[in-house]
Each structure stands twice: as C-alpha cells, then as structure tokens.
C-alpha cells in the first residue's frame, strides 16, 4: 500500500464548475500539507500548504485537512480552462531539518468551456 | 530573480551507460532535493543534500548517487542505466528546513533505449 493515495482521474468538467480533489494516507507523522499544480512539461508549482489539521482559503481555492481521517480536500470554485493540469498532493514529516516530500500520484484535471 | 534551472532538458542514452544530470538552486537557497518522476506518476524523492552531504535517501538503489557544490548546485548520477529509469528528473531547491518553499525545475527528461 502506498503511504499517499490519489485518484488519477482523468477529471473533466464544464467551466464554473466547482472541483473537489482529495487524498488519503497512511502514515500518521506527516504535520505539513500541500498541493502542487504541474502543467504539462514542467516542474510541480505550489498552489496551497497547510500545516497539521484546518482550513485554508486563497481566492477560489480552499484547502482542508482532516487528520483524525487521514484526508486532506482541495476545492477549486468557478473553476477555469486556465486550471486544467495535474493536481498533486504532498506531505512530509516534522524532522530535524529534512523536508523530503511524499506524493500522491496526481489527478488529471480539465476544465471545458 | 532566476529560479531552479536544469541541464540538459531531454536526454537519450542507451541501457548500461551513465548519465549526469544538473542543477542550479534558486537564489538564496541552501538545499537541492532529486526527484523521479515516471509517466502517469507522482514526484518519488531520490536524495535531498545540504551542506555537501546527502541528508535524506529515498528508496533508490546506490546507482543512483549525486553531489552538491559549494555554490549549493547539484548532480544526480545514474550508473548501468536501465529501461525502467526513463522519467522525468526533477530538482528542488529549499530553505534547510522550510517544507513549504520548495521551487522546482522543469525537469530533464531522459530516455533510456
């Protein structure tokens, strides 16, 4: 079983829609929470980082983390062709100055007009 | 204000040579992290190296080496190069620490025939 589960879509849906990505894991250590937006032939940019359980809001995008579950949520509101790419989570642990990160396998997003 | 910059951006190379990839942190950065990124999947973390020394190794075999500058730029070394290591190879540069301020290059994608 891998330590980060993700559904690897692919995802489709009209423009404006509202788009929920989630992940799921196992391993209880990981404090720090992130999505990362890749394009198609480039790096992984972060998008939204949390640390430990909560909410987190930055325009149309809302990230939640439920610890107790070992679920984390990405919400995409009045969602944009501009916003198709592939959604990647992320966490890493509380150690003692590494920060090796661990991914899901990413979802495939594409928003039509 | 450059950010992580790698060399070469597509390489081909036969099964059993080497090969070495490259690296240059984002300004003010201190740490450079390896990962692989194969087709369809997420980043998998290589080795992360501070300070010269590798500080983090993930689950990759001892094939896989590299080495940091004292002008904090990086190599990854691939030795007997198999099919299976074709990917995507990702750098990240970060704060010693700072597990959200990872920036990514676009990558060096090698294929191996």
């Known amino acids: 079983q891998k330590e980060v589960e993700q559904d690897p879509g692919p995802l489709s849906v009209p423009e404006g829609a509202i788009v929920s990505l989630n992940c799921t894991y196992s391993n209880s250590a990981f404090q720090y929470f992130m999505w990362y937006r890749q394009y198609s032939r480039k790096g992984p940019e972060l998008l939204m980082y949390?640390?430990?359980?909560g909410n987190k809001e930055d325009g149309r995008f809302t990230a939640q983390v439920d610890k107790s579950s070992k679920y984390i949520s990405l919400f995409i509101r009045d969602s944009q062709p501009s916003d198709s790419a592939t959604y990647l989570c992320?966490?890493?642990?509380?150690?003692?100055?590494?920060?090796?990160?661990?991914f899901g396998t990413g979802t495939q997003l594409k928003v039509e007009l | 204000d450059a950010g992580v910059t790698q060399s070469p951006t597509h390489l081909i190379k036969t099964r059993g040579q080497q090969v070495t990839l490259r690296c240059s942190p984002k300004s003010g950065h201190d740490t450079v992290s390896w990962y692989q990124q194969a087709l369809g999947q997420g980043p998998q973390f290589i080795f992360q190296y501070y300070e010269e020394e590798e500080r983090q190794r993930g689950n990759f075999p001892d094939r896989f080496s590299g080495h940091q500058f004292p002008n904090y730029s990086s190599e990854l070394n691939v030795n007997a190069l198999l099919l299976g290591d074709s990917a995507l190879y990702l750098c990240?540069?970060?704060?010693?620490?700072?597990?959200?301020?990872?920036?990514f290059g676009s990558g060096t994608r090698l294929t191996v025939v």
């Open positions: 949390t640390y430990s359980s």
């Open positions: 992320a966490m890493s642990e509380l150690t003692g100055g590494g920060n090796k990160l661990t």
């Open positions: 990240a540069s970060s704060s010693r620490g700072d597990h959200y301020g990872y920036t």
